[in-house]
């Protein structure tokens, strides 16, 4: 079935980036979006943004001002999620998750988030 | 973008229903038909129970049910089971063509 495999947990300190990976398999990796959204501890979900990984193009929340960089390499099916100037209350799960199929053109978000990543902990600390 | 408002607990015994509300704004739920809901056990990610307002994915079970009023959306679980025990979100789409989501609802089966 459709998996998920995100990177392993990272420890940063603030001011500094953190990239994390998420590959995927048993479909074609460039046929659908991949979201990202990420849980600070005890917290919600909130949308971080989507790649359209046969194309690159990227869509992201207004929340993170540019700090996100979403890209992806096609030759191993992998999507990457880097996230700079890191701050305290960054600390979070942080998820990758299937979007909509990339002949989608309107309301890319709408469509239901399916699978999910297993997660990765992104711990920010002096 | 404000997240969506939904109770931040609902609790009910084995065999009864119970409705989780997610309320939001003519800018999000109310303008569009693009409402989920996923569930999430502690410790593990989030799974997709209903799309588009009032749909099941494949597999699960049809003791669960959406709806939608005006800028209020529901999620409706009947015959409640003791694996229900989780917390659950709602997301919608907004007028900016980004995603929103609701602050979660723990449910405890008491």
């Known amino acids: 079935q459709v998996q998920l495999v995100q990177s392993g947990a990272e420890v940063k300190k603030p001011g500094a980036s953190v990239k994390v990976s998420c590959k995927a398999s048993e479909y074609t990796f460039t046929d659908y979006y991949m979201h990202w959204v990420r849980q600070a501890p005890g917290q919600g979900l909130e949308w971080m943004g989507w790649i359209n990984p046969n194309s690159g193009d990227t869509k992201s929340s207004q929340n993170f001002q540019g700090r996100v960089t979403m890209t992806r390499d096609t030759s191993i099916s992998t999507a990457y999620m880097e996230l700079s100037s890191l701050k305290s209350d960054d600390t979070a799960v942080y998820y990758c998750?299937?979007?909509?199929?990339?002949?989608?053109?309107?309301?890319?978000?709408?469509?239901?988030?399916?699978?999910w990543g297993q997660g990765t902990l992104v711990t920010v600390s002096s | 973008q404000s997240a969506l408002t939904q109770p931040a607990s609902v609790s009910g015994s084995p065999g009864q229903s119970i409705t989780i509300s997610c309320t939001g704004t003519s800018s999000d739920v109310g303008g569009y038909t693009y409402v989920s809901w996923y569930q999430q056990h502690p410790g593990k990610a989030p799974k997709l129970m209903i799309y588009?307002?009032?749909n099941r994915p494949s597999g699960v079970s049809s003791r669960f049910s959406g709806s939608k009023s005006g800028n209020t959306a529901s999620l409706t679980i009947s015959g409640l089971q003791a694996e229900d025990e989780a917390d659950y979100y709602c997301?919608?789409?907004?007028?900016?063509?980004?995603?929103?989501f609701g602050g979660g609802t723990e449910l405890t089966v008491l």
């Open positions: 588009d307002v009032t």
């Open positions: 998750a299937r979007g909509p199929p990339k002949t989608r053109k309107i309301a890319v978000a709408g469509h239901p988030i399916d699978p």
């Open positions: 997301s919608s789409y907004t007028t900016t063509s980004t995603l929103v």
